[in-house]
């Protein structure tokens, strides 16, 4: 369920990109500098947007400058980062960490377990940390774990869970926002779950794997179903994102909201439409 929070490169302007890009090097560097060179691993695009919403919010002292890094050795890249980079470092971590022994778990998947026990150890000082976190972010998928093992068809109650777990993540502290971050994370949860189990129903139903959308396998009409239901669900978080006093960043953050979150579901109906018209490539 990670991927989905990014950014839509076309519709920003050149140094909006470059802003969003260093933010993401300066997010690497702070999960480097915290937990070790191996916890890089982990890193997403999605906890660039919690650097990007926090810091806008709370606009807290930024450091940044070019280096070379292990990932980039030859060409020094931009990077900036705040307290807002640590904290979302630890909490990239922190689900990296669940996932993994999640996906241990679900599917006895060797490789997870390996990364689970590398993580460990930074995510036993992240617990203690961040014990409200850690606990919902656990909680929400012990939740999901036992859903999908009961194979539930209703998809509100998986996408209730995992949208507590994002409304905890982006309460970085309690304070006047706390409620309104609560709902747009909880919103923002609910979406990615359900375009989570749209994108993957396909492949989920060829390998008898858990999604709540079972019963529309093959439809036509999946995509406008779909696209409706994501949009009801994004809606609601957006009328949580235009209460936050919101300055710096925001048009990075308007942009991913509004056409970042859609990049891969536009790509996999596009390319749907062109296998069946015959104007896909070959």
Not at 18 to 29: I, K, M, N, Q, T
Not at 62 to 89: F, K
Not at 263 to 269: A, C, I, V
Request: hydrophobic content about 40%; glycine content about 8%; overall charge negative.
């Amino acid at each position: 369920m990670f991927g989905y929070l990014v950014a839509a490169p076309g519709d920003l302007t050149e140094a909006e990109y470059a802003r969003y890009r260093a933010c993401y090097c300066g997010l690497c560097r702070s999960i480097k500098e915290r937990h070790g060179q191996l916890a890089r691993m982990s890193l997403t695009y999605d906890m660039t947007f919690l650097v990007l919403l926090l810091g806008s919010l709370y606009e807290p002292e930024e450091t940044g400058g070019e280096e070379t890094c292990l990932p980039h050795p030859i060409e020094a890249r931009a990077w900036w980062r705040s307290e807002i980079s640590a904290y979302a470092a630890d909490m990239n971590v922190a689900m990296a960490y669940l996932k993994c022994l999640d996906d241990w778990e679900d599917d006895g998947n060797v490789g997870a377990l390996a990364e689970a026990k590398l993580l460990q150890k930074p995510y036993e000082q992240i617990q203690t940390a961040y014990p409200r976190q850690c606990a919902v972010i656990r909680e929400s998928m012990d939740a999901l774990h036992a859903l999908e093992k009961a194979r539930c068809e209703e998809p509100d109650a998986a996408a209730d869970s995992f949208g507590r777990l994002m409304s905890e993540l982006l309460v970085y502290r309690e304070d006047r926002w706390s409620e309104t971050l609560r709902a747009l994370g909880f919103s923002l949860g609910r979406f990615i779950y359900v375009m989570d189990a749209c994108m993957d129903l396909d492949s989920d139903t060829i390998r008898s794997r858990y999604n709540p959308f079972r019963r529309y396998y093959g439809l036509d009409d999946n995509e406008q179903r779909f696209r409706d239901i994501l949009k009801m669900l994004l809606g609601e978080g957006l009328m949580a994102f235009d209460r936050l006093p919101l300055v710096q960043d925001s048009g990075i953050l308007k942009n991913i909201l509004c056409a970042g979150l859609w990049t891969q579901f536009d790509q996999k109906y596009s390319s749907k439409k062109g296998q069946a018209d015959g104007t896909g490539s070959v």
